[in-house]
């Protein structure tokens, strides 16, 4: 998958080191360089399992902009892989100027500061009535403000000025959590299939409503219809783990497998990875706009790989900052979300 935006740095330009950042998670791994001749920032991302392709990528870039030479080669790594793939990268690329490994938080930190204050019409807010919105600049540049990275798990940064920031929580409940959860149950190979299932799911036919239990809305504490009382609420419900044709002599391993055939028998891939993905979602978002309010910061912002431009997701995210705020909060995005580490790492070795 791969970005590009105008540079608006006429510095960069100039630069004779061609400066390769990446940012290797758990999941994804990203990258952000310069491309001098076309005079834009490009962003590029791959599934960190395929490695190997993230490093045969990184070698196009070398002979695109540089004749194959390492020779005038930076490479800035950053994320959990530029420990755990530091050998391979030295092994890769042997002739370059440098290979430095920088802290993920701090190029997190730098790349959504930059985006916030550099970049014209890179913040917005979305949901499906009233689709895309870019956010008024003085207002998305208040500090502090907390910053929301979904990656393979989350991470949520209190940001109080430029390189001030603390790390108030988090939750190993992330994209990975999604990703490998539905690979489990759907056997799904990627995490755009997953999506792409998610967006023509219909959660109802596996998640508890409220409706569901009361079969009308539950207006004395707020709560419609509609709305989750149970994730996945309805698969056990629906689901016999023994039934009329299971001989009694049947070992427990056998019944229980029998039952999860049953079971998946009544529930397509499309409507389980919605329900997922809303479980996911709307656990995140709370947990956001509670540590919003404990330490008082009036504008969160998601990030991280998770999100992915991914209208539902997006949604998602911004109803349950909407619901649990009493509608005295927005979710803010980035056109750029997942390359934050990475665009902070880039930033680093141009000033």
């Given amino acids: 998958m791969g970005q590009s935006i105008e540079c608006p740095n006429e510095a960069w330009k100039q630069h004779k080191i061609l400066t390769i950042a990446v940012d290797i998670g758990g999941s994804l791994a990203k990258l952000v360089f310069f491309a001098r001749g076309a005079g834009k920032l490009v962003f590029q991302t791959i599934e ?18 540089e004749n194959g030479s390492q020779s005038n080669v930076r490479i800035v790594a950053t994320g959990g892989g530029a420990y755990k793939f530091h050998d391979l990268l030295c092994q890769e690329f042997p002739d370059v ?7 993920e938080m701090e190029c997190l930190i730098k790349g959504l500061d930059y985006f916030i204050h550099e970049v014209p ?20 540049k208040v500090y502090p403000y907390m910053l929301v990275n979904i990656g393979s798990g989350v991470s949520i940064v209190k940001v109080d000025a430029p ?24 056997g799904a190979q ?7 299932w998610a967006q023509g799911g219909d959660n109802t036919q596996v998640d508890m409503l409220v409706g569901d239990i009361y079969g009308v809305d539950y207006g004395k504490i707020g709560l419609k219809s ?5 994730s996945f609420g309805k698969v056990f ?17 056998e019944t229980s497998t029998k039952g999860i055939q049953s079971r998946k028998r009544k529930f397509n891939n499309a409507d389980i990875s919605k329900s997922l993905l809303y479980a996911i979602s709307n656990n995140i978002g709370q947990i956001a706009l509670l540590q919003a309010k404990l330490h008082n910061v ?40 997942g390359h934050l580490g990475a665009m902070g790492a880039f930033l680093t070795f141009q000033s």
Wanted: charged residues 15%.
């Fill in 163 to 186: 390189a001030q920031y603390t790390r108030v929580g988090g939750s190993s409940l992330g994209g990975g959590t999604l990703w490998g959860l539905l690979s489990l149950i759907t």
């Fill in 48 to 65: 960190t399992e395929k490695i190997s392709e993230f490093m045969l990528m990184m070698h196009e870039i070398i002979n695109t902009q």
């Fill in 97 to 103: 100027v440098e290979i430095a490994r920088l802290d």
């Fill in 237 to 253: 419900q629906r689901g016999t783990v023994k039934d009329s044709t299971t001989p009694d002599t049947m070992s427990s391993a």
């Fill in 298 to 337: 009036p504008n969160i912002y998601f990030g991280g790989s998770y999100i992915r431009g991914h209208l539902m997701t997006m949604n998602t995210l911004s109803y349950a900052i909407n619901f649990w705020s009493s509608s005295q909060k927005q979710a803010f995005f980035l056109k750029h979300e």
């Fill in 226 to 230: 509609t709305h989750i009382a149970s």
């Fill in 190 to 196: 990627t995490y755009d299939e997953m999506l792409s």
């Fill in 121 to 140: 019409e890179e913040v917005f807010t979305y949901n499906d009535l009233d689709g895309e919105h870019a956010v008024v600049p003085e207002h998305a």
